[in-house]
Every structure is written in C-alpha cells, then in structure tokens.
C-alpha cells in the first residue's frame, strides 16, 4: 500500500530483476528505494538483513550482486557497506538536509532520534526543514512538497560516495580449455628499454 504522493514501486527483487546498477535510470530507482526505506528505517545494517529491501539495497547503493539468502555474512558485510554509504550520502548534502534524512531514516543518535514510525519521523523532518519554527510545515505537506527534492539529492549523493568506492579494474584470470593459464584482462604492456641499451650488431656475427 502506497503513501499519498509516493510513486508506484517498479523495483524488482529475486533472480529475474532486471534493475541494472549505473544506468541512466539509476537515480530514479535509486528514489523508490530510499522512500521504501523511509518506512522501515535503516538505522542498523542488520536491520535490513532479511528485510524484503535487502537484495535492492544492495544492489542499488553498492552496485554489487546480492549474496545468495541463506549467506547471512556475505549479506551482512554488503548491508554495512551500504549504511556507510547512504549515511556519508547524508552527511555530505549538509543541514537542513542532513537533519531531514537523519530523521527520515532513523540514523539519529541519542537525544536526537526521534522514536516512532514513517509518520512521526515525518513530522520532526519537516520541522527540521521549516523555516519558520513557530508555524513548522506539517509531514503531509513536506511529504507533497519537498520531501522527493530532497531524496533525489540523497540518491545523487549515494552514486558519488558508491562510484568513488570501486577500485580500478586490475588484470584478472581464467583456466584456458586447453589446460593453459590465460589472463582475460591483459596486464599494461612493459615500457620499452631505453635507447643507451641498444647494441649494435658487429659484423660478422
């Protein structure tokens, strides 16, 4: 069941989704993630472990292929990897936004967290963004208003901080048919020697 204003989640889970990571649409699928996340929190990476969203958290904010279900570790150190990433996401769109999404998706500490579903967090979200604090915006009216601006900014972010994470591609291998050992992905090609190494042939020989 939808909120008012969120939109249809076309994000598929399982072995046949076909939600490819980096791609033009990546943003967009990026923004219903994050907005299902809403509603759930992702205040631990352990919270999303056997959560329905774990496999698209993954995949969408790490850009990594999903550990097989029953693999709790494997999920585990990717789930991790993707809270550091959104919460860095977060801390790097800078207040009132960071506040906003902190509260969004419970990632506050201490005094600060607000305890509560979607709709309570909403509404400390949206006072957080007010700028008038003694007529603050409702939750339902930041939710119509501004609440996918600022998540499109987040999902922005998440691509910036996961893209500065892949390492460069390095040489890697592959057991030949014919039983030799062939690399797939070539290694740089040597330098050539210098010129003072060069010996003329004498002749004769």
Known sequence: MREPGQ?????????DATVTPRTASTVDHLVVLLRRLYRTGFRHPASLLHSAEADDTIRLVTGRTPPPPHDD???????TAAHEITRAAAVALGDPETTVVFHLLDLHEGPARTRGGIETRREAAARA???NPT????????????ERAIT???????????NAQIPPQTPRSSDHPEGTHRSLTPAPNAPPPPVDAFR??????
């Open 73 to 79: 570790i494997a999920r585990l150190q990717h789930l």
């Open 152 to 162: 499109v900014l987040l999902a922005a972010e998440i691509l910036k901080h996961a």
């Open 129 to 131: 963004y007010s700028t």
């Open 7 to 15: 939109e249809p989640d076309t994000t598929r889970t399982g072995p």
């Open 200 to 205: 003329p042939r004498r002749p004769g020989r």
């Open 135 to 146: 007529q603050p915006m409702s939750g339902p009216s930041f939710l119509r208003r501004t």
